[in-house]
């Protein structure tokens, strides 16, 4: 039972760079989503799922895209990458009404 | 609108000393109200949480927090520090209605000296 699995760890994107950034769960846990966290400023939602084939957007939807096409994966991508996207970017999974569960992490650098 | 507030950006204590971390937030309905560890480079680690009940929950490590609904504030405590515990501290909130969408606090850096 691996949790939940990013890929990679670290990256760095040329501005105007597009990439996905991996996340798969193996706990069977329909809420899935991405945030980031940048010094002082804690995390912040950017996408999440409720279930396959439902997405929504979080607070800082912006610059981001996401799919769910199985319940184990939610892939993120950044459609034309920009300075202020960098960040540590972590994928998170929850079984209703408990806790979340985070992956290791993606420290992205946009140069 | 839905906050959650951390006052305090470092904390230091003593090794074996109790500290506290302190955590208030703002939101409608009933909160889910968690806490969370993160150690350099590495994810976050679920450390214990309120949903209902005890107002006083334990939690990993030796952790536990209290809920004040009266002043909105969900503490976290332990009785004697270690030197290990010296990580960031979050704070997060789950608001009524959201299906899982957490609030987090900014982060309070903990360090406990020897």
């Known amino acids: 039972n691996a949790g939940v699995t990013q890929t990679p760890k670290f990256q760095v994107l040329k501005t105007g760079q597009s990439m996905t950034l991996q996340c798969a769960q193996d706990?069977?846990?329909?809420?899935m989503s991405w945030y980031r966290q940048d010094p002082g400023m804690g995390l912040r939602l950017i996408h999440y799922?409720?279930?396959?084939?439902?997405?929504d957007q979080g607070e800082v939807p912006n610059g981001y895209n996401v799919s769910r096409s199985t319940t184990e994966d939610f892939p993120l991508r950044l459609l034309s990458a920009a300075p202020s996207q960098t960040s540590v970017y972590f994928c998170?999974?929850?079984?209703?009404?408990?806790?979340?569960?985070f992956g290791q992490g993606t420290r992205l650098t946009v140069v | 609108a839905q906050s959650v507030a951390q006052p305090e950006d470092q904390v230091n204590v003593a090794e074996g000393n109790p500290l506290t971390v302190k955590c208030t937030y703002s939101v409608s309905g009933n909160p889910y109200l968690f806490w969370y560890v993160q150690y350099p480079n590495r994810g976050l680690q679920f450390l214990l949480k309120y949903i209902t009940g005890d107002n006083l929950v334990k939690g990993s490590y030796g952790f536990e927090a209290e809920f004040n609904k009266s002043q909105t504030s969900f503490h976290l405590k332990k009785p004697s520090a270690l030197v290990s515990d010296s990580a960031l501290y979050f704070c997060?909130?789950?608001?009524?209605?959201?299906?899982?969408?957490?609030?987090f606090g900014k982060g309070t850096k903990l360090s406990v000296k020897p």
């Open positions: 997060a909130v789950r608001y009524g209605g959201s299906q899982g969408n957490l609030i």
């Open positions: 706990m069977n846990h329909e809420y």
């Open positions: 799922s409720v279930g396959a084939g439902i997405t």
């Open positions: 998170a999974s929850i079984k209703w009404g408990n806790e979340a569960f």
